[in-house]
């Protein structure tokens, strides 16, 4: 069955730095999704990447799709606390009509 | 308009006793999925309901879980005889139905089996 992979499962940071969480598919996705869930709350959707190469920014955070449309990364510049949290991607392969989440990376900033 | 809700947000139990979890989709939402997150762990994939169509039962880990939706409103999952791995937050989500919907997630319910 599909898997996706992210990477690394957790970092620490000081606040001001960057940080980069990657998400790797086994198969071929027809999009991908990232979620940001903070401590004691639940995902919440941030963006939604559908083309092969696609970028997509939000204020400090960088989206990008793989040209081969199997893997993402999530780029943050110049962390802040209100970062914190963990993010998840989930990917949907066009075969299958659920999402597969991968673990998520956990990010912790310090002020 | 209101979110996806849950109920209830805690559940204590014992061991060997059913408990059943609510959830209620935002309002036209044809599809509607729940997880599993075990502490500190990622989203496990349970059960999908999309509009009439049978469910996607295939996350199911044992025939000791089942879900129910009816028509296009409230599910309810189904745990019985818990044990104490059943310990877990179960999401549950919802979205507008289509091959690229965002998926909307509730609070979830936070069960605890002793």
């Known amino acids: 069955g599909q898997q996706v992979m992210q990477i690394p499962q957790y970092q620490h940071v000081q606040e001001g730095e960057d940080f980069t969480t990657y998400c790797n598919s086994s198969?071929?996705?027809?999009?991908i999704q990232w979620y940001k869930q903070r401590p004691g709350g639940h995902p919440v959707f941030l963006i939604q990447?559908?083309?092969?190469?696609e970028v997509k920014k939000q204020k400090r955070l960088t989206f990008q799709f793989g040209e081969a449309k199997k893997n993402s990364s999530l780029h943050i510049t110049a962390t802040q606390t209100t970062d914190v949290g963990t993010y998840f991607c989930?990917?949907?392969?066009?075969?299958?009509?659920?999402?597969?989440f991968g673990k998520g990376t956990m990010l912790l900033v310090s002020p | 308009g209101a979110g996806v809700s849950q109920s209830p947000s805690n559940k204590v139990t014992e061991k060997g006793k059913d408990v059943e979890l609510r959830c209620d989709p935002i309002?036209?939402?044809?599809?509607l999925y729940w997880y599993r997150q075990r502490l500190g762990q990622g989203l496990e994939f349970l059960i999908y309901?999309?509009?009439?169509?049978?469910?996607?039962k295939s996350g199911l880990p044992s025939d000791r879980f089942s879900a129910e939706r009816t028509g296009e409103s409230v599910s309810t999952l189904t745990i019985q005889r818990t044990q104490q791995e059943d310990s877990a937050v179960y999401l549950c989500?919802?979205?507008?139905?289509?091959?690229?919907?965002?998926?909307?997630f509730g609070p979830g319910t936070r069960l605890l089996v002793l």
């Open positions: 989500a919802s979205s507008p139905g289509g091959a690229r919907e965002t998926q909307y």
């Open positions: 198969t071929t996705l027809s999009n």
């Open positions: 990447l559908v083309k092969s190469g």
């Open positions: 989930a990917g949907r392969n066009s075969g299958y009509s659920t999402l597969t």
């Open positions: 309002s036209g939402h044809t599809a």
């Open positions: 309901f999309q509009g009439n169509s049978a469910p996607d």
